[in-house]
């Protein structure tokens, strides 16, 4: 199992560009979930999914949409960035909503 | 919503002594309290976790231990090696209504000093 993978590890986008960051997991689990992590903050939760074609919003979803075709991917799209959306952002997965979280190793996003 | 505080922000200990780590939550209702360690440029990983209905667990040389009256939880690393240096977070998860929404604290940088 490859676990959580991430695409890409690095991206530098402009103001205003768009992007998507990918996440696709093989382990078969229904929850997935964004997270942003910036110096001082933590991991603060973006959107997660609790099953296919299901998403809702977490603490901090402005800027970011999200959608759950499959079961395996969960990609998370920014339409317009801004350079408040530097971070690291780390996509998790889980069995369950109540089953331990397995991380990626995450994408770092500057934005200038 | 679920505030979960972190203490210390950082921790310096000398190789072979123990190092503790104490979060606070605010709800009551939240039922599941995983740690997770960090390394330099990897996601986090799950090292010890503890549920509502337990008071303590160990595993090896980390230990986690949970006060529900006082809302707060610990986790102590014993006999700390070099390769126990690395970030490391607490959590809090509340579930109800069909949400399982975890709340981290802001981390803290264990430095093990050979």
């Known amino acids: 199992n490859a676990g959580v993978t991430q695409t890409p590890k690095f991206q530098v986008l402009k103001t205003g560009q768009s992007m998507t960051l990918q996440c696709a997991q093989d382990?078969?689990?229904?929850?997935m979930s964004w997270y942003r992590q910036d110096p001082g903050m933590g991991l603060r939760l973006i959107h997660y999914s609790v099953g296919a074609g299901i998403t809702d919003q977490g603490e901090v979803p402005n800027g970011y949409n999200v959608s759950r075709s499959t079961t395996e991917d969960f990609p998370l799209r920014l339409l317009s960035a801004a350079p408040s959306q530097t971070s690291v952002y780390f996509c998790?997965?889980?069995?369950?909503?109540?089953?331990?979280?397995?991380f990626g190793n995450g994408t770092r996003l500057t934005v200038t | 919503g679920e505030n979960v505080e972190q203490h210390p922000s950082t921790l310096s200990v000398q190789e072979g002594d123990s190092a503790v780590i104490k979060c606070t939550y605010s709800?009551?209702?939240?039922?599941?309290f995983p740690w997770y360690k960090q390394e330099l440029g990897k996601g986090p990983q799950l090292i010890i976790d503890?549920?509502?209905?337990?008071g303590e667990k160990k595993d090896q040389r980390i230990a986690v231990t949970l006060n529900k009256t006082a809302k707060h939880f610990s986790l102590h690393i014993t006999e700390t090696q070099p390769e126990d240096s690395a970030v490391y977070f607490c959590a809090a998860r509340t579930s109800g209504a069909g949400s399982y929404q975890l709340t981290f604290g802001k981390g803290t940088k264990l430095s093990v000093i050979p």
């Open positions: 382990m078969n689990h229904e929850y």
């Open positions: 503890i549920r509502s209905n337990v």
């Open positions: 709800d009551s209702a939240s039922n599941y």
């Open positions: 998790a997965s889980s069995y369950s909503g109540n089953s331990p979280l397995h």
